[in-house]
């Protein structure tokens, strides 16, 4: 029943031209917002070209009417009398008439659109770099003071130790550390898994099957099991941050705990990194153990390698120096992810889109300065020659 | 009966243990404002959003311009969902679109209309709730708590529809503000031939906007009809809602 009222008949107008120079306008098919459709645009011209003629239009044809149709029938009335035309109008309903008064007076006069000079091609290049530019500098800024604010408010904590959230602190490491126990054993089972397999096959052509424990046992524990893990916790846990706090910045809550002489810094962020900064090297420690683990089991399928060879080789050739590094870059890890994407769920704007945006700018830029600081550390590291 | 455009009848509602509607019924007629009142909790809100298709009731039927919105097809469900627009009570407009694109979305979305007519019809719409016409180019966050529901009730007006929905429409708002949007919803009810539905706590916009009333509680529409048809009714949530201090003094100064 209702439903052929989808398929109505497209809304026209048909121009007849009268022996006394009058012209007569028909309209037919339904004047509705569904049966309107952009090919009515030919009419555009027909009526612009009508100058100083008595026109007729006949409406009596027009089954329905909403406020789309008599819209139209608005614009092009207007653009008749601006044309100097004598328009007179025949079978029009009552609920045009009421349409039209309606619409009339809530018909705002067509906004003369400012045009902006169109930038040229070359200038807009430097306008896009020179906002980059800015806005990356300005964002710079904008992180270096709230890296100060949140070590200020780290310090003052300090000096008096019971004002600290430790309970939050718990929480968080259960979150972001024991939470992220289950992934972390799986992907660095998997790293162990590759990086054996590749080397078995080279190791293997020089008959120095034995120094595959070398080459897991420091490659894992120097970089991979430290850079692996941040990385996955910089998706896992650095986007949650940026969420949680986008979200409670939309809430108001963040304003809520200002008023209420919270400070978010002290409330919330502190206790993320401290959070961090604590699971993530017991992270990487779990990480090395599986990665190692891993590398073993593949040496026994693969190289005939047996455990107890493995172990013997293990003790000998892998320095302890070696995990203290990659422990050590930890803590530095997770205070960049924890800072970036905190920082990102403060910048979250009033509207839903931007939580999207910021978290995943968050993981990028988190995941970014990981390998960055690891790349620092090689450098110096070996600069140094540990 | 003849012509209700909404009807619910024995409508029977539980989420989990929490029995919510058990056997409501009432009728709304073709171009009346129908209030949905009661306590936190009444089940008015879930009621409405049974209407329109965001829950299923777990019996009864609710038939909404003779389509029976538990059992039709898609096809008319998709129908119907064009002949009805929709006011949130926190407005739920499009936080990435700026407010001429969010009334514009449907027409631009449905119809097949020149982009020209449908910014026309937009700038129309802005203009007859009641905005200034540099609002169209704002994002909903730029907007204070009246202007969000005044554009929301833009979006929800923006195709002629025959049915309008209110969840809420003047909370949010001061008194000033929430007495002219209960007038523009008059206004617009009469400009558009609209059958309302609204839920309300509202006292004021009980008295001044509503024709007809249905009062939820007990899980059950405790009484359904006019104002004073319901005033005169003894139930003790009734008795306490409109002769409590603030109802008595409502109801001396009448309409």
Redesign the interface.
Same mark, same amino acid.
């Given at each position: 029943?209702? =439903?052929n009222s =989808?398929t109505k008949h497209h809304a026209n107008i048909e121009v007849a031209q009268n022996s006394d120079g009058t012209v007569t306008l028909t309209s037919v098919g339904d004047w509705t #917002? *569904?049966s +309107?459709?952009?090919d +009515? @645009?030919p009419l555009d011209n027909i009526v612009a070209e009508l100058h100083n003629t008595n026109v007729l239009w006949d409406m009596s044809a027009v089954s329905e009417v *909403?406020?789309?149709g008599v819209? =139209?029938f608005i614009?092009y009335h207007d653009q008749l009398l601006t044309n100097n035309c004598a328009v007179s109008l025949i079978g029009i309903t009552d609920k045009h008439k @009421?349409l039209n008064t309606?619409?009339r007076r809530?018909?705002?006069s067509k906004?003369t659109e400012k045009n902006t000079p169109q930038p040229q091609y070359f200038t807009s290049l430097f306008q896009s770099v020179g906002k980059a530019t800015v806005s990356f500098i300005t964002e710079i800024i904008l992180f270096l003071s709230f890296l100060g604010e949140s070590t200020l408010v780290f310090l003052r904590s300090l000096i008096h130790p019971s004002s600290i959230r430790y309970g939050a602190i718990v929480n968080n490491i259960g979150k972001a550390g024991v939470q992220a126990l289950p992934i972390i054993a799986l992907t660095s089972f998997l790293i162990g898994v590759v990086i054996t397999y590749q080397g078995a096959v080279q190791l293997e052509k020089f008959g120095a099957n034995i120094f595959i424990v070398e080459m897991i046992s420091i490659s894992v524990t120097r970089e991979l099991a430290p850079l692996i893990t941040a990385i996955v916790v910089a998706g896992r846990t650095g986007s949650s941050y940026t969420a949680q706090l986008g979200v409670m910045k939309i809430t108001e809550e963040i304003d809520a705990m200002r008023t209420m002489g919270f400070d978010p810094h002290h409330f919330l962020v502190i206790p993320r990194v401290l959070a961090l900064m604590i699971a993530l090297p017991l992270l990487v420690f779990f990480a090395d153990i599986i990665g190692i683990a891993a590398g073993m089991l593949i040496s026994k399928l693969h190289l005939q390698l047996s455990f107890s060879e493995f172990i013997h080789r293990l003790q000998n050739v892998l320095e302890v120096k070696h995990v203290w590094i990659g422990l050590i870059k930890a803590p530095f890890f997770a205070a960049l992810i924890a800072t970036v994407s905190c920082f990102r769920g403060f910048q979250v #704007?009033?509207?839903? #889109?931007s939580i999207g945006r910021y978290t995943t700018t968050s993981v990028v830029n988190s995941i970014f300065l990981v390998i960055a600081c690891d790349a620092i550390f090689s450098v110096v590291l070996t600069e140094l020659g540990i | 009966m003849n012509n209700a455009v909404i009807t619910v009848e024995n409508v029977v509602t539980q989420f989990d243990e929490n029995l919510v509607h058990d056997g409501v019924s009432l009728h709304i007629n073709q171009g009346e404002i129908y209030g949905l009142l009661g306590g936190s909790g009444s089940g008015k809100s879930t009621l409405l959003r049974e209407m329109i298709m965001l829950l299923q009731p777990d019996k009864g039927d609710i038939t909404v311009l003779d389509v029976d919105v538990v059992h039709s097809s898609t096809a008319e469900k998709a129908w119907l969902r064009q002949q009805w627009g929709v006011l949130f009570q926190k407005g739920a407009l499009f936080s990435s679109l700026t407010v001429a694109e969010n009334i514009a979305i449907s027409l631009k979305e449905y119809t097949d209309m020149p982009i020209s007519l449908i910014n026309d019809l937009v700038s129309m719409k802005i203009d007859m709730v009641g905005l200034p016409a540099y609002v169209a180019k704002l994002y909903p966050a730029e907007l204070s708590g009246g202007m969000v529901k005044r554009a929301s009730l833009a979006r929800a007006i923006a195709r002629d529809p025959k049915l309008l929905f209110l969840d809420e429409p003047s909370s949010g708002l001061d008194p000033v503000g929430a007495e002219k949007f209960d007038q523009l919803i008059v206004e617009l009810r009469t400009m558009l031939d609209l059958t309302v539905v609204m839920v309300t706590h509202d006292l004021d916009s009980i008295f001044t906007t509503v024709d007809r009333l249905a009062v939820l509680g007990d899980n059950k529409v405790i009484v359904e009809g006019s104002l004073d048809e319901v005033a005169a009714c003894n139930h003790s949530e009734i008795v306490a809602f409109f002769r409590g201090k603030r109802g008595q003094a409502r109801m001396k100064h009448g309409k």
């Open positions: 029943m209702q =439903l =989808l #917002e *569904d +309107i459709h952009s +009515i @645009r *909403d406020s789309a819209m =139209l614009n @009421r309606i619409l809530h018909n705002v906004t #704007e009033l509207n839903t #889109e | -």
